[in-house]
């Protein structure tokens, strides 16, 4: 079945900074990879996601770049603010199948 | 946009007893569900997957004997966890699939049950 990585698992910036989370995941066949952000005791919330046949793709001050070639993906957000901290999980999804990576904990520092 | 709805969000039982949690899609029809548990600091694991009307597929080493499925219809799924124990613990949310494509491919998750097995 699908394996997905996820690095780093926290991550400190400074606020105004830029943060970068990277996946990779096993099965080529993975044609959607959705970007979660989860606080602690909620729901995951979808903030951006890219299909297979897509590079890139930007909302604002998050983007998510796909290279299908080396089966990684990558989560960008420019300008942290304080309200960025969170975990943020990406996943991978063939058919009917999501699996998760195991999650980067954020924090942007004021 | 799609909302599932989950309950109960929090739930204390006695060792040995059953819990019942609610996934029901309030306006789409969820076509598939996906159960998962989460434990602290953890990912989200993928316990088992549903389509209506049909038995549900266990991920392996998740007993379908202890986390019973059943999704009997397109707007409501539940998972019961019997005979809980304190190591079943953990913090359970449901996604469905089968609502509009542009808000998540049609995955939506419920708020999730936190369950605490005493």
């Known amino acids: 079945g699908e394996n997905v990585e996820q690095h780093p698992s926290t991550l400190s910036v400074q606020e105004g900074d830029s943060a970068v989370i990277k996946c990779t995941y096993s099965d080529s066949a993975s044609n959607y990879f959705p970007w979660y952000k989860q606080e602690l005791g909620k729901r995951p919330q979808l903030i951006i996601d890219?299909?297979?046949?897509?590079g890139e793709k930007k909302d604002q001050r998050i983007a998510v770049t796909l290279n299908k070639t080396a089966k990684h993906f990558s989560l960008h957000i420019t300008e942290t603010q304080p309200e960025d901290s969170a975990v943020y999980f990406c996943?991978?999804?063939?058919?009917?199948?999501?699996?998760f990576g195991a999650g980067t904990r954020l924090t942007v520092k004021p | 946009g799609a909302v599932v709805s989950q309950h109960p969000s929090r739930v204390i039982c006695k060792s040995g007893t059953s819990v019942k949690i609610e996934c029901r899609s309030l306006d789409f029809q969820a076509t598939t569900m996906f159960w998962y548990r989460q434990f602290p600091k953890q990912s989200l694991m993928l316990m088992a997957t549903s389509n209506e009307g049909s038995k549900a597929t266990y991920e392996q080493g998740v007993e379908k004997d202890k986390f019973l499925i059943n999704h009997a219809s397109l707007t409501l799924s539940t998972l019961t966890v019997t005979s809980a124990h304190p190591e079943d613990s953990s913090f359970y949310i449901c996604?469905?699939?089968?609502?509009?494509?542009?808000?998540?491919?049609?995955?939506?998750f419920g708020s999730g049950t936190r369950l605490t097995v005493v």
């Open positions: 996943a991978a999804s063939i058919n009917n199948d999501m699996r």
């Open positions: 890219i299909r297979s046949n897509v």
């Open positions: 996604s469905a699939r089968g609502g509009l494509e542009g808000q998540g491919y049609g995955y939506t």
